[in-house]
């Protein structure tokens, strides 16, 4: 009986390492575990930190956007990179979601010839320009990305 007791507080204690390990230790994906919420091993570019680094900047310029000034209306966990679409024009292409309410409907934008879908849920398509994340369509007009580049990126979130 006392063999039994022994294995099972040795599994359970190897358990608890291997959950530490993970969590605060790191997860292989060049950060802390806890640092990785909204990137999940989604990219192999990207380590942890920079994505905790795009996901805290966007939120900062949605708050700015919508005027609100406390950090905690809008939690960094809301923030999600939906989807990364590769470099175009020398700068990172995502699909951003940061979880506020909009309606669910479909909206269509016009870009360099090519008509890009979004549902009302989808915060849409963003080009970081270091600190800021700009509109693919902004983009495109600042002459960022090229007609090249919207098509490339239409073929990739149009299939």
């Known amino acids: 009986m006392k063999s ?24 292989g994906n060049g950060g802390s575990c806890l640092g990785c919420i909204g990137c999940s091993g989604i990219y192999d570019e990207l380590d942890c930190a920079t994505v905790l680094r795009l996901r805290t900047e966007y939120r900062n310029q949605t708050l700015n956007e919508i005027g609100w000034q406390n950090a905690d209306e809008l939690p960094l966990d809301d923030i999600r990179i939906v989807s990364y679409h590769g470099v175009f024009g ?15 409907v479909n909206i269509f934008i016009e870009i360099a010839g090519y008509t890009f ?17 700009i509109t693919l369509s902004r983009a495109f007009e600042k002459g ?10 239409w073929h990739l979130v149009s299939n």
């Open 90 to 104: 020398g700068h990172w292409v995502f699909s951003m979601d940061n979880s506020l309410p909009r309606e669910m």
């Open 4 to 27: 039994y007791v022994y294995m099972k507080r040795m599994i359970l204690s190897a358990i608890m390492l291997c959950l530490f390990l993970v969590v605060f230790v790191g997860c």
């Open 117 to 133: 879908r979004f549902v009302g849920n989808d915060s849409g398509l963003y080009v970081y320009d270091a600190p800021h994340f």
């Open 144 to 153: 960022l990305i090229s007609k090249e580049n919207i098509s490339a990126i």
